[in-house]
C-alpha cells in the first residue's frame, strides 16, 4: 500500500511537471551587434513576451546574412531579423540550389522599420560619389551591411581604392585614428553606437547617398538634424526593410511562432510607448514586394481581428429614429 502510495505520488509530480512545463514556449531570434537597432528590437521583444509564457533567446550576430543561414540551420533559432535586400538577393539567384532552398524555407512573419544607410567619414567627404578612391569599412562579412555596401558600389559604378570587410566597432576606431576615410552601417536611427561612441570632437560627419543609380534602387530616406548630438543637419540617405523571419516550420513551432506574432500584433502600443523609437515607424502590414505572410502567423492573426457582428458600433441615431417612427 504504502509503495503503491509513493509510486503514485511520483506519478502525480511528473504530470504537474509536464503540464507547467509545457505551458512556457522557448523561441529564439538572432538580430545583430549589441549597439544595433536589431538588438535592441530583440531585447524589447523579449520583455513583451515573457508575461506571456514565452522565453524568447535572443541571439547577437553580425548581421542579415548570418540571421538567414542560421535561421535555416541552427537549432533552437527559429527567428531572425534580416534587410530586404538581402532576402531579395536570396530569393533571385537561381542558379544556386542551396539558394533557392533557403528562399523557399523562409517565411515573412513581419516588416518591421526602415533601416537608414549611415556612411560616416571625414568631413572633406561630401558625397558618396567622393568615395572613389577612398579607404571604405563596409561591415564584417556575413552582415546585411556588407552586402548592401557591395550593391551600393555596383550600382554606382563608384570604385573606392580598398574595402575592408571589419565589423563597426571596429570600423570606428580605425576612423576615429584615421586609419580608413569612412565606413557603412545599414541600422534605423538612432544607432547606438554612434549616439554613444561619436563626439563631436572626433570630427566625424555622416555623408549624404544622393547618386542617382542608387536612387533608382532603394527608397530615399531622411536621417533627421540632431539625431546624433553631433549632426546639426538632416541628412539625405536611403534605406531597406527589416523583415522579422522564421523558418517554413510545419508541427509545433509553426504554432509558436503564430503565437509569438499574435503576442507581438496584439500589444504594439506597449513597443511603441517601452521599446526603441524605432518602434513608432513600424507597420506590420507593409506590403513587401515579393514576400507574403507565413501561413502559421496568419491562423494566429485571424483569431484576434474580430467580425463584424461582434464587433462594438456606434449606434446611429437617424437609423434608431427611422425604427422607432415606423414601428409605431
Given at each position: ?130 568615395l572613389t578612391e577612398k579607404s571604405v569599412a563596409i561591415g564584417k562579412e556575413g552582415s546585411g551591411t556588407y552586402l548592401t555596401a557591395k ?69 530615399i530616406a531622411e536621417i533627421p538634424d540632431n539625431t546624433y548630438p553631433w549632426q546639426p ?96
Amino acid at each position: 500500500m504504502k509503495k503503491g502510495l509513493v509510486v503514485f505520488c511520483g506519478v502525480l509530480q511528473l504530470i504537474v511537471f509536464l503540464a507547467t512545463s509545457s505551458l512556457a514556449v522557448d523561441l529564439g531570434v538572432i538580430t545583430g551587434g549589441e549597439k544595433g537597432t536589431y538588438y535592441q528590437f530583440g531585447l524589447n521583444l523579449q520583455e513583451l513576451v515573457k508575461e506571456k509564457g514565452i522565453r524568447l533567446k535572443v541571439y547577437n550576430s553580425t548581421g542579415s546574412i548570418e540571421n538567414l543561414y542560421a535561421v535555416y540551420k541552427r537549432p533552437r533559432t527559429q527567428m531572425g531579423i534580416v534587410q530586404s535586400d538581402v532576402l531579395a538577393f536570396v530569393s533571385r539567384v537561381q542558379n544556386d540550389p542551396v539558394l533557392k532552398r533557403i528562399a523557399k524555407k523562409t517565411k515573412m512573419i513581419f516588416p518591421l522599420y526602415n533601416e537608414e544607410i549611415h556612411l560616416l567619414g571625414k568631413p572633406d567627404i561630401k558625397d558618396f560619389d567622393d568615395l572613389t578612391e577612398k579607404s571604405v569599412a563596409i561591415g564584417k562579412e556575413g552582415s546585411g551591411t556588407y552586402l548592401t555596401a557591395k550593391l551600393l558600389f555596383e550600382v554606382s559604378d563608384v570604385r573606392p581604392r580598398e574595402l575592408i570587410a571589419i565589423g563597426t566597432d571596429e570600423a570606428l576606431s580605425q576612423l576615429k585614428n584615421g586609419a580608413i576615410d569612412a565606413m557603412f552601417y545599414v541600422a534605423g536611427y538612432p544607432v547606438k553606437l554612434f549616439k554613444e561612441d561619436v563626439t563631436m570632437d572626433d570630427n566625424l560627419a555622416l555623408i549624404p547617398i544622393l547618386n542617382k543609380s542608387i536612387t533608382e534602387f532603394y527608397p530615399i530616406a531622411e536621417i533627421p538634424d540632431n539625431t546624433y548630438p553631433w549632426q546639426p543637419e538632416t541628412i539625405n540617405t536611403v534605406a531597406v526593410k527589416a523583415v522579422l523571419v522564421s523558418f517554413n516550420f510545419r508541427r509545433a513551432n509553426c504554432q509558436f511562432v503564430g503565437q509569438f506574432a499574435e503576442v507581438v500584433n496584439s500589444n504594439m502600443d506597449w513597443l511603441m510607448k517601452n521599446g526603441h523609437p524605432k518602434w513608432k515607424s513600424v507597420d506590420l502590414d507593409y506590403p513587401l514586394r515579393g514576400w507574403e505572410q507565413y501561413d502559421c502567423v496568419k491562423k494566429y492573426l485571424a483569431r484576434t481581428k474580430r467580425s463584424p457582428e461582434n464587433s462594438p458600433t456606434e449606434i446611429n441615431p437617424i437609423l434608431e429614429a427611422v425604427k422607432n417612427i415606423l414601428s409605431e
